[in-house]
């Protein structure tokens, strides 16, 4: 940077920079206007892409409802037919139990039988 002398200094001290303007008395150029209907047509633009965006998100939320809905739907009829299809038997002497190894205890499951056709062991 070359200093730029306006004389000689008080100080005598030649060499010395010259300060650069400060911001505030530096010339500011005047930004860029844009008018009315430009930025009506900007808002409208943001406003349709935005509604737009909305659409998709609604559309995929609803897919993925669904979705849900008739994979539960299907878990719950597996769940029904499983049931329909299982063999049972129904333990009346309680003293077999005690007699059961620990094997056989581990397979015996409490259920429903209320409308189930059974088979008395």
Do not use: C
């Amino acid at each position: 940077m070359k200093s730029e002398q306006r004389g000689v200094p008080k100080s005598g001290r030649r060499w010395k920079v010259v300060r650069p303007a400060r911001f505030s008395s530096m010339q500011k150029d005047k930004p860029l206007r844009s008018t009315w209907q430009k930025k009506m047509q900007k808002k409208a633009a943001a406003k349709s892409v935005k509604q737009y965006e909305n659409e998709l998100t609604e559309t995929r939320r609803q897919e993925k409802i669904e979705y849900r809905k008739r994979v539960e739907a299907h878990r719950k009829t597996k769940e029904e037919n499983q049931k329909k299809s299982e063999i049972v038997e129904v333990i009346t002497n309680p003293a077999k139990i005690k007699r059961m190894k620990k094997k056989q205890l581990r397979k015996i499951e409490k259920r429903d039988t209320s409308g189930v056709k059974t088979k008395k062991m």
